[in-house]
């Protein structure tokens, strides 16, 4: 870590001595295609990302997430890997991955790499090999099955990009499994040799000086060896924050193809080589619409599996009321008493959540500030800061294979991954000077990020100092949570660490409410972004109250 040590020390450099900062950090995520080109091929890379990490320095958040940069045929942008080793020219070489790692640590700024370990791309040579080599030595590094007498897939497994799990292969005359698309394979973790080469991998990133990981789809690595359908799942008890009503995959309750127990032995394995780096961290991606928060105390507790994980409580598009967000804390405080969460409201993969909530600028800075509030560490999404809404991305124009394929009716994931807008007086937002692999929105030039420098009460002021106020109160980062009161309209929260407690009041409606403050010498944050006061006996609509008081 290259941080001049000075009598006025940054607080990143704070952190970067700290074996537990992730506990409470601030995770911005990259979508590097998205981000910055460099190049004008119309497509973000790794030395756009280095221009452009000033921005995230001066948001004051603690590491970046950077989804997957790895060599890729791209059907799923990244996600199918085709080598872990070594970066997609499109996003450029190893060597602009050093030069980001080390810039990064200038700046006091985490780095953090999306790893897919449950699956690779059909064009990765492991795959080939296994395929190709019906008795080699990777035989059996994929999921290889029969088909049925009657020549059909060997159980109910469903894809989450919608028909069956299983792809007929003729050449080895036996179906694979593929939870996503049928060009990326799932890896048998119940081989011995894929979890040493999969770790193999890790230790590589780590000794080339990343910081963690964010591991997709965290709660896939396993199936069940004995291939058991999946049983129904009630119409009740359907949703679709994992995949969209137009999939049938959440009528199943998936019990066998994901959510393993053998799970937790192989994520004890992955701990103990991170340990060897005591500042590393990781969070894991919990991809389940019924059991997340109960999977996300598994893999976090104890200290021995990973560090936080997040599932889809707060991605989902149920609308966050008080009660809602109450009981989405208190379940996850009851069940994962000693783990940890990292909250997230949008990511690359569901709608910008100021559309999906349909959010009016005081709602997004209310709801940002409630994020900020909670237990545990915090993911935002390139953009959030700037109050990105949905873009809407012609069908002629799409990217994503899951939107061309539910086309109407659901219209994929490329309108949250549209370019950054940088400058409002360039079509291009100053992403490219090329054309866009995605489009430009041009309603979101209005926010761009020159633009909003220039303006002292915007969105993107309003986070930088609420992102600078959680930094000041240890008990919103790493203290413990009470949820003294609420309902539809409202929430408080009180958070305590040491001899501390921070009130957090919040207004989440359109009407003032009464301001009830529990007992306690409560002393108003003035350094908060917001002007509640403790003397006041009512909140403003989507106001919030920031107080301390002894513990």
């Not at 009981?327 to 009851?334: I, M, Q, S």
Request: charged share 25%; hydrophobic share 40%; net charge negative.
């Amino acid at each position: 870590m290259n941080v001049l040590m000075t009598d006025q020390q940054p607080q990143h450099a704070v952190l970067a001595a700290d074996p537990d900062w992730w506990r409470g950090a601030v995770i911005y995520q990259i979508y590097p295609r998205s981000f910055q080109d460099s190049n004008n091929d119309g497509i973000g890379d790794l030395s756009g990302i280095i221009h452009r990490l000033g921005h995230i320095a001066d948001l004051g958040v603690d590491a970046i997430w950077i989804s997957p940069f790895f060599k890729s045929p791209m059907k799923d942008f990244g996600y199918d890997v085709s080598d872990y080793r070594d970066v997609d020219p499109m996003f450029g070489s190893l060597g602009d991955f050093d030069a980001l790692i080390e810039r990064a640590h200038e700046l006091g700024i985490k780095v953090l790499i999306d790893l897919v370990l449950s699956h690779t791309s059909d064009e990765h040579p492991w795959f080939k090999d296994s395929r190709d080599n019906h008795d080699g030595a990777r035989r059996d590094w994929y999921v290889w099955a029969d088909a049925k007498p009657d020549g059909t897939p060997p159980n109910n497994w469903l894809s989450i990009f919608g028909g069956s799990a299983w792809e007929w292969d003729g050449g080895r005359m036996q179906y694979y499994l593929h939870n996503f698309l049928t060009s990326q394979p799932d890896l048998n973790l119940h081989s011995p040799d894929v979890q040493d080469a999969l770790l193999d991998v890790v230790r590589f990133w780590l000794n080339r000086g990343v910081d963690g990981f964010r591991l997709d789809t965290i709660n896939f690595y396993f199936h069940d060896d004995k291939l058991r359908d999946n049983p129904a799942l009630p119409p009740e008890d359907r949703n679709d924050t994992i995949a969209p009503s137009v999939n049938p995959y959440n009528w199943q309750d998936h019990l066998h193809d994901k959510n393993r127990p053998e799970n937790l032995a192989f994520l004890k394995r992955f701990r103990a080589v991170l340990d060897e780096f005591p500042a590393a961290t990781s969070v894991g991606e919990v991809g389940d619409a019924q059991r997340g928060l109960e999977i996300q105390a598994e893999y976090t507790s104890g200290g021995d599996k990973v560090h936080m994980c997040y599932d889809f409580a707060f991605l989902s598009n149920a609308y966050p009321t008080g009660t809602r967000v109450a009981n989405v804390l208190e379940k996850f405080e009851r069940v994962a008493s000693d783990g940890w969460a990292c909250w997230a409201y949008s990511n690359h993969d569901v709608v910008r959540h100021t559309s999906r909530w349909n959010l009016s600028d005081p709602a997004q800075r209310a709801y940002a500030a409630l994020l900020m509030a909670m237990r545990g560490s915090v993911c935002l999404y390139q953009g959030e800061e700037l109050g990105l809404t949905e873009a809407y991305v012609p069908f002629e124009e799409l990217q994503d294979p899951y939107g061309i394929r539910f086309w109407p009716k659901f219209k994929g994931r490329d309108g949250c991954r549209t370019p950054i807008p940088w400058v409002q007086d360039n079509r291009n937002g100053g992403f490219s000077g090329g054309k866009p692999w995605l489009p430009m929105a041009m309603e979101h030039l209005e926010k761009a990020v020159a633009k909003q420098e220039q303006e002292p009460e915007g969105m993107l002021a309003f986070y930088r100092a609420m992102i600078a106020f959680r930094a000041t109160q240890p008990a919103l980062s790493k203290g413990t949570l009470q949820v003294a009161a609420h309902d539809d309209n409202s929430i408080t929260l009180i958070r305590t660490h040491d001899d501390t407690r921070v009130l957090c009041a919040l207004n989440l409606s359109d009407d003032a409410i009464p301001l009830m403050i529990p007992e306690g010498d409560w002393t108003t944050c003035t350094d908060a972004p917001f002007s509640a006061d403790t003397t006041d006996t009512h909140l403003a609509p989507w106001q919030a109250l920031f107080a301390t008081a002894p513990a």
